[in-house]
């Protein structure tokens, strides 16, 4: 049976790791961040252009596709693996080490964003997924201008959810910032998305409409 994550939280700094060397892997900022993502995007999608010799119209239509589609998968991991726990001690320090730790620390500004080598494990991982799936439909070459277009999709939530944990909201986007919030403190098995909740919608996880 799946156990929630609990809505309690602590301030400072959580520690996932009694190695100072795989405890400073789990740390990183923004400008780390934009440096070492930006630039993996910026080659993807020079390699899509000019290697790959995708057109323009093709290659835009592919880049926001993969855009968009990053909002599903940020929804189905943050809630199916992120959020999957049970009873047995390996899965609860699995959870503490993806996710676990940032519900207990939501303030830990040092884990508000993925670091880079879990990062391009896990992008690494996906794009060898797309490609296959691609390939499989006879465009491997496709990935090339989707894949670019979800890393893209994933740099701007990533920032995006760090903004909701440090800043005050635009009050454009003050609904975002109020969805995420009662998924930290109110309803930590509901309001999953944070770019969108557009998936909350289709997948029944709003919160209740009182709470919105």
Known sequence: MKNKVTTEFQAGKAQIFKSP????????????????????????ILT?????????????????SGILFWTLIEYLLHRFIFHWIVDS???????????????SY????????????PGFIIAG???????????VIGVPHFTFGF???????YLMYSFLHRATHISSPPKLFAHLWHH???????????????????????FGTMPPKKMR
């Open 21 to 44: 060397a795989l405890e400073k892997l789990t740390n990183t900022n923004p400008f780390v961040n934009i440096a070492f993502y930006g630039l993996a995007i910026i080659g993807l």
């Open 48 to 64: 899509g252009l000019f290697v790959i010799d995708l057109n323009a119209p093709l290659f835009i239509g592919l880049f926001v």
């Open 89 to 103: 001690r390996w899965s609860k320090r699995f959870h503490f080490i993806i996710h676990g730790a940032h519900h």
């Open 106 to 117: 939501p303030s830990d500004e040092d884990r508000l964003l993925m670091p880079p080598v």
């Open 125 to 135: 991982s996906l794009f060898g997924m797309y490609y296959l799936i691609f390939w």
């Open 147 to 153: 894949f670019p277009g979800m890393f893209f999709g």
């Open 180 to 202: 995420h919030q009662l998924h930290h403190y109110k309803y930590p098995d509901k309001a999953y998305g944070v770019s969108t909740f557009f998936w909350d919608r289709v």
